[in-house]
Every structure is written in C-alpha cells, then in structure tokens.
C-alpha cells in the first residue's frame, strides 16, 4: 500500500509540475466573465444559467485531463522509458498502475473542488448569497469527479495494450456511447429482431453507465437528489474501475517493454 | 561449490514482427550462464548482440519466450528481490520535472528508508557521482552524462548485493568514464556481484574478473578476459634502433618499420634467434623484445566480423 502512495505522489507531482492544474485559471476567467455577462442578459434565470455553464465546464476540463492524461500515465513512461529504473525497485507492476491512477483521481479531485469553489463564488456574485439549497450543486459535482475516475480508468485499459491516439479514441468512444445507455436498455424498435433487442440489452449492461452520472438539470433547478442514487453511483463507480483496473493490471503485467 | 547471483538456463527471446505479427525475430536464443556471487562478470558484444535483451529479461522488463533466469536464488520474475538489486537502464532518463535530489529520494521511498537516512544516502549519492552542486536543478537541464550519473546513484543508492549496469560508459566524457569505472572498481572491493554491458573493451578488460561474449544472440563464450581470447602468442615484437649511420640488413628491410627514433618488427617465434643474429651483426641495440598476444579487441573484432560475414551469406542466399 506504501508503494502504491509513493507512486499516486509522485504522479500528483508530476500533474502539478506538467501545469495540469493551469486550466483552472481559464476556469475562473469563465466564471468571473460569465458572472459579470450572465448578470446583465438574464431575467430571473441567472442561477440556472451559472450553475449549468460551471457544471459544464467541470465536465469538460476534467474529461479533457482524465482522457489525455490519462492515456499519457503509462503510455508516456513506457515510451520516454522512465519505467525502466522505477520497475527495478521493490514494486509490482500492478501498484503502479493504482499508484498512478491513485496520482491522477487525487489531482482530479482538487481541481474539481477547485473549480466548484470558483462556481459558488460565481454564484454568490451573482445572487449575492448562498442557500441550503444549493447543495445539490455539490452533488452534481461529486458525480462529475465520480465520473473522471472511471474515464482515467478506462484510459489507462486502453493505453496497456494499443497506441496513445487509438486509447484517446477507444476511450472517447466508451464515453460517447455510455452517455446513452438508458437508450440502449429501453430500445423498442419493430424493426430489430428480439434476439438484435437482447444483444443491445447485454451490451448496455458491460458499458459504462455514463447517464447515471447526469444531475445537471436537477442541480440547475435545485431540484433535490436522492440518496440512493448517490450510494449507487459510488458503488458503481468503485466496482467499475476495480474491474477495469484489474484488467489493465492483468495486460500491463504480461506487457514487454521496449 | 560457488553460489551463484545469476543464472540463466536456455534464455530465449523472439519478437513477433512483420504483418499481422507473424514472423518471429529471436533476440536470444538459449542463454545459459552464471554469475557467481562477488564477481565483476561483463557481457560483450556488438550493437543487437542481445545484451540489453538479456539485462532486461533479468530485470523483468520483458519476458523470456523460453528458458528461465533465477536472480540471487530466486525466480527473475519475483520482484521483491530488486531490494537487493540495482540496476542502471541503458540511456537511462528520468522524471524531467523532478530535480536530481527528489528523483533519488523518490526511489529511495521504495526501499523503506525514513526521512533522515533518505536525505543522508541522497546527499552521499549525490556527492559520489559528482552532483552535489547540480542536486537542486530538475533533470530537463541534465546532459546525456548527467543523467548516466542519477542513473547510476540511484543504482547503487540503497546499498545492493548486485548491481546490473547497461552500458554504464555511455554518454561520459573521459573523466565521467574514469569516475564511473572507479565507481565500479570501489563495489567490487566491497564485494558486491557485478553485471555490466559495454562496448569499451579496456573497461571489461580492466573490471571484469570474467566476461561473456553474445553475438547474434548468442552466448559465444565466457571466461576470464585472458582466457577467452586465449594465451598463446601469435608472435614477437623487436623494438630496435640502429647505430648513427646505421643501415637496415637486406634481409630485414622488409619487416622493419620506422618506429619514432628505431624500428619495430614483427617475427615469428621460429625467427626470433635468426633475426637477433642479423641485428647483432648490424651492431643495432635490441630497445625491447615482448610477446604478441590477441586482445580482447581483436577477439571482438574477429566475432564482429565473422558475425557480419554470416549475416551477408543469409542475405545473399535468401535465407
């Protein structure tokens, strides 16, 4: 476990040094901007408009650094041949593959606070106060960093066993189709034969369910979040990347280096 | 009976390559050897030999297609006997952002060590590959050189029983060659088992209590330096000079060549007697008479040569 930690430090090193957490910077300018424009154009509407524009942005930045970074964890020391010397030392392949995905939730999760910081800010600036209310927001942005540790999960399967642009892909690709999951799961169409109906059924079982991770709506309307949704999501996320990261495991252990 | 570091037994490597991964390239093919405990043992050979295949198949940075290797009398695959082991990687690079300093404390975490005592090896480590002024700059401003030298600190920082170096020359100017090879001769006398790859024969004549040779993949032989290019002498050198107004007799003008102020001539041991005779008679003073042995580099260049040669035959006959 000791080894693990050593590895997740030196990879929230690494982020912060590589100026990972430069984007929040971009992040503030939008929300200061947004605040200052959404104050003067909206009628009534400012709250809804804020919270949907910061929620959006943590989403993107945090996929667009869990996707590159990602698939450059191992992918970029196997090919600059840091590894090398690191898997000379007492270490398991496998505790640095979790010690860096242990690096990189730990950077995403501060730069997601980070960032919902910035957007309470924002929101007060705006309503001039903050209510109880609002919480939900925090939800909304507890699932977002839910799902960045399974896309960087997923990114790191797919950086074991083909090149960085094809993971970068491949991972794009999961996420895209994930998103539309309950879709798959209630396909009604005539044209498809009930066997093509239970294929799709499966298979929106073994993708990852990204729709689950969507409050955005309820959040932007302060609409409130049940529990069980939260316990569920947690869990889901925690046996998702468990599965996928022994996968990665299992190939990066047989994996010869170059 | 000696115990030995290393051990390999019919180690073989092939990679897949070619379309649809169908062909097979054989790296190293049945890679039998020991390294006995306390051993300075150095691997030769030319440029895809195999010797960093080998390193790396030991170091577990690949895998063998046959054959298995055991490491201080354990499998090479387990890896919790690397706390015993250090290892310097071939064109070694590190964490461009960290600075020496932390790159070392980095790996020393992996062996347990507190703060202090971390702080204390980095620092001795540091000092004895010449860096302790450059330990505060991140290794993105290291030269080549530079990086050999945190390569080969952060081998031997943790105080192992064997130490594996590729190419540990490589990419040092003469004096960081000089240090490093005093680097080597210091773990030596301190008993530790070294493994080393090179291609700078002086060194593994200097270090090396035995070598192993690998061309094309395979082990060609192993022995001491001495021994494995044999003792006997292929002939004698005279090193003469002739008296003012000397001149060269007819019968060795064609052998003697202008060496500074005399001459040098190369005879057969058959010779020697005949050819002393008529440099007496031409009242020439003998300077030195000393046997010629093949170096190391000849035995080298003969197996560089012989390696190629067959390489061409197998192009030309389509094989």
């Known amino acids: 476990m000791n080894r693990v930690l050593i590895v997740a430090r030196n990879t929230f090193r690494e982020a912060v040094r590589d100026r990972v957490l430069y984007n929040l910077v971009f992040f503030a300018l939008l929300m200061i901007a947004s605040a200052v424009v959404v104050g003067q154009i909206s009628m009534d509407i400012e709250t809804v408009v804020m919270i949907s524009l910061g929620l959006s942005a943590i989403s993107l930045i945090g996929l667009l650094i869990a996707v590159f970074t990602g698939v450059g964890l191992v992918s970029k020391e196997i090919d600059k041949r840091t590894l090398h010397a690191v898997l000379a030392k007492p270490l398991r392949r496998w505790e640095f593959l979790i010690g860096k995905f242990a690096g990189l939730a730990a950077t995403l999760a501060v730069n997601t606070a980070a960032m919902a910081a910035g957007l309470f800010l924002a929101l007060w600036l705006v309503k001039h106060s903050v209510v109880r209310g609002d919480a939900v927001v925090l939800v909304a942005v507890y699932f977002i960093l839910l799902k960045l540790m399974l896309v960087v999960a997923l990114a790191m399967l797919f950086s074991c066993f083909t090149s960085p642009l094809l993971a970068i892909l491949f991972t794009g690709g999961l996420y895209v189709a994930g998103l539309f999951v309950a879709e798959l799961r209630s396909l009604q169409v005539t044209t498809l034969s009930q066997q093509t109906q239970k294929f799709f059924a499966v298979i929106s079982y073994i993708l990852p369910n990204f729709s689950n991770y969507d409050v955005m709506g309820a959040a932007a309307h302060g609409r409130p979040i049940a529990g069980a949704l939260v316990l569920h999501n947690t869990l889901y996320t925690a046996l998702y990347c468990a599965m996928v990261l022994a996968g990665a495991a299992m190939i990066f252990s047989r994996k010869d280096l170059k | ?319």
Do not use: W
């Not at chain 2, 170091?59 to 290892?87: E, K």
């Not at chain 2, 020359?169 to 000089?178: A, Q």
């Not at chain 2, 210091?186 to 593994?204: C, R, W, Y």
């Open chain 2, 1 to 319: 009976m000696p115990s030995f570091a290393i051990e390999t037994e019919n180690l073989s490597k092939e990679y897949p390559h070619g379309f649809l991964h169908l062909k097979k390239k054989t790296s190293l093919e049945g890679l039998t050897m020991q390294v006995e405990e306390g051993e300075a043992f150095g691997l030769l050979g030319p440029n895809g030999a195999g010797k960093s295949t080998t390193i790396k198949l030991l170091m577990g940075i690949i895998f063998p297609t046959a054959g298995n290797a055991r490491i201080l009398g354990r499998p090479a695959s387990d890896v919790s006997m690397h706390r015993d082991i250090g290892y310097l990687p071939e064109q070694p690079y590190f964490y461009d952002y960290l600075t020496a300093a932390e790159v070392l404390d980095y790996f020393a975490r992996f062996h347990g060590f507190g703060v202090a005592e971390r702080a204390e090896r980095v620092r001795q480590m540091l000092k004895k590959v010449g860096l302790e002024t450059a330990g505060k700059i991140q290794l993105r401003k290291y030269s080549k050189g530079m990086l050999q030298r945190v390569g080969l600190a952060q081998a031997i920082l943790h105080d192992p029983k064997l130490v594996i170096l590729d190419e540990p020359m490589s990419g040092l100017d003469p004096v960081g060659r000089r240090e490093v090879r005093d680097i080597i001769l210091e773990l030596k006398n301190a008993g530790k088992t070294i493994l080393f790859s090179t291609h700078i024969l002086p060194d593994a004549e200097t270090l090396c209590d035995r070598v192993g040779v690998i061309a094309g993949g395979k082990l060609v032989g192993t022995g001491a330096p001495d021994s494995i290019v044999g003792v006997k002498a292929t002939g004698i050198e005279i090193l003469f000079e002739l008296p003012e107004g000397g001149t060269l007799p007819e019968t060795i003008r064609a052998k003697a060549i202008r060496a500074g102020a005399g001459y040098r001539m190369n005879v057969d041991e058959g010779q020697l007697y005949k050819a002393m005779d008529e440099l007496r008679v031409a009242a020439a003073r003998i300077v030195a008479v000393t046997q010629i042995k093949p170096t190391l580099e000849d035995f080298f260049m003969g197996l560089v040569g012989k390696d190629r040669a067959q390489a061409a035959a197998v192009e030309v006959s389509g094989k």
